[in-house]
């Protein structure tokens, strides 16, 4: 999957069923090891699939604190207060 709206050439946009896919992944890790997420340049993908994964461990009620979390932890020198 690419980091675009809609698909030009070879670039394939989000889809519901990476979503799918990801939730798939997610719920059968056992939290025994860590688990890395990552893309290409570490800054969108890897962070909404990062946000996705522990929202759906940690249930309703965390988003925030879900984001903000991941939002300190950003690597860019700029971070925006939720």
Do not use: K
């Given at each position: 999957?690419?980091?675009?709206?809609?698909?030009?050439?070879?670039?394939?946009?989000?889809?519901?069923?990476?979503?799918?896919h990801?939730?798939?992944?997610?719920?059968?890790?056992?939290?025994e090891?860590?688990?890395?997420?990552?893309?290409?340049?570490?800054?969108?993908?890897?962070?909404?699939?990062?946000?996705i994964?522990?929202?759906?461990?940690?249930?309703?009620?965390?988003?925030?604190?879900?984001?903000?979390?991941?939002?300190?932890?950003?690597?860019?020198?700029?971070?925006?207060?939720?």
């Amino acid at each position: 999957m690419n980091d675009v709206a809609e698909a030009h050439d070879s670039e394939v946009p989000p889809a519901v069923e990476h979503i799918d896919h990801l939730l798939t992944f997610g719920r059968s890790w056992t939290a025994e090891a860590p688990i890395l997420v990552h893309c290409w340049a570490g800054i969108s993908r890897s962070t909404a699939a990062a946000y996705i994964l522990l929202c759906d461990r940690l249930g309703p009620g965390s988003e925030t604190e879900i984001a903000q979390s991941l939002r300190f932890r950003a690597p860019m020198p700029a971070r925006i207060r939720l």
